[in-house]
Every structure is written in C-alpha cells, then in structure tokens.
C-alpha cells in the first residue's frame, strides 16, 4: 500500500505530514523560529525605505498589527493553561481549548506573532522586515502542520476541534 502523500487527509480525519520532527519534542522548531524572529529584529534596522504620507499610513496600520498580535497572541497563551508548552510536541494530559483565542483560530499565538511581525515590517518601513514576517508566517504555517500531526494522535477531540476552524490568522486563515 502506498502512503499518502505529504498533509493529505486520510480516511479517520487525521491529517499526514511528512514535516521532521526536529527533535523528540520539536526543539529545532522552536530553534529556528527563534533565529526567524531575531531575523526579523535585524531587518527592521534596513529601513526606511518609503517616506511622507505612506510612511504615516504604514506606521498607524503597523502599530495597529502589533497591538493586534499581541492580544491575539497573550490571550493564546492565557487560555492554553496548564497546556502550554514552548514545544510543538503536546505535553501528556493536554485537552482541547476551544474558548477564548481558540474559538477563532487553532494557533492563536503564532497567528499573533505573524500579524506583530508585519506590523513591525510597516513601521519600520523595511521591505526586509516585510519579507521575513512573510518567511516568518510560511515557517509557522509549517510548524503548525507538524503540531497538528502530533495534536491529532495525542490530544482526543482535536480532529473534530479542527474542523471549521482557521488555523493561524482570524476570519483570514
């Protein structure tokens, strides 16, 4: 019988994913994003790139992101509990959240992280920023895949959570 071929969905409701576990509980995920996330820090200082009334709207738009990742982000962290781990890899024991944060969106906190990511490429004005967050966002959108694969097989009721869900951004993705 052939595998199923990379984050494709098989007959149980369980999601396949041929992501690198990086780790018995992911460490080399958390590794990279960190690396990713100082990344970001750094280009911000290539900057400013635009000016003059763009510059105005890109800075109130930007702080408008961060603030909004932020909450986004906190409230994900307070709502996970004693489920919260800086590993994609669940601890055992961990339940399904579904209020707060988690109502909306699967990964509220890397969702967060994305949107202060690109708040802070608009007010740095640095087209470098811009493109980390966006590497940023692809990166999280991978780490997720890998976490859900984990979260499926250990966590009962995270298939049926899942579903009808966006999974990083709200009412986006």
Same mark, same amino acid.
């Given at each position: 019988?052939t *595998?199923p071929p *990379?984050?494709?969905?098989? !007959? ?6 041929r992501?690198p ?13 960190? =690396? #990713? @996330?100082? $990344?970001?820090?750094?280009?911000? /200082?290539?900057? *400013? ?5 763009a510059?105005?709207?890109?800075? #109130? ?10 909450? =986004?982000?906190l409230?994900?962290? $307070?709502? $996970?509990?004693?489920? #919260?781990? !800086?590993?994609?890899? !669940? ?12 109502? @909306?969106?699967?990964? *509220? ?7 202060? /990511?690109?708040?802070?490429?608009l007010?740095?004005?640095?087209p ?10 692809a990166?999280f959108?991978?780490? /997720? ?6 979260l ?5 009721g ?9 999974? $990083?951004? !709200?009412?986006?993705?």
């Amino acid at each position: 019988m052939t *595998p199923p071929p *990379p984050s494709s969905s098989i !007959p149980d409701g369980r999601w396949t994913s041929r992501l690198p576990d990086l780790g018995p509980r992911g460490e080399g995920w958390v590794l990279i994003q960190f =690396l #990713l @996330l100082g $990344l970001l820090a750094l280009a911000g /200082s290539f900057g *400013p790139a635009w000016a003059g009334a763009a510059r105005a709207v890109s800075t #109130l738009a930007g702080a408008a992101l961060i603030v909004g990742g932020f909450i =986004l982000a906190l409230r994900g962290l $307070l709502d $996970l509990r004693e489920n #919260l781990t !800086p590993f994609p890899r !669940p601890k055992a024991g961990t339940t399904v959240v579904a209020h707060g944060a988690y109502r @909306l969106v699967r990964h *509220p906190i890397y969702g967060g992280i994305i949107l202060g /990511s690109l708040g802070w490429g608009l007010v740095a004005a640095s087209p470098a920023a811009l493109g980390t967050a966006v590497v940023l966002a692809a990166f999280f959108d991978l780490k /997720s895949r890998r976490e859900e694969r984990w979260l499926d097989e250990h966590v009962t009721g995270y298939v049926a959570y899942r579903e009808g869900r966006r999974k $990083l951004i !709200p009412w986006v993705y």
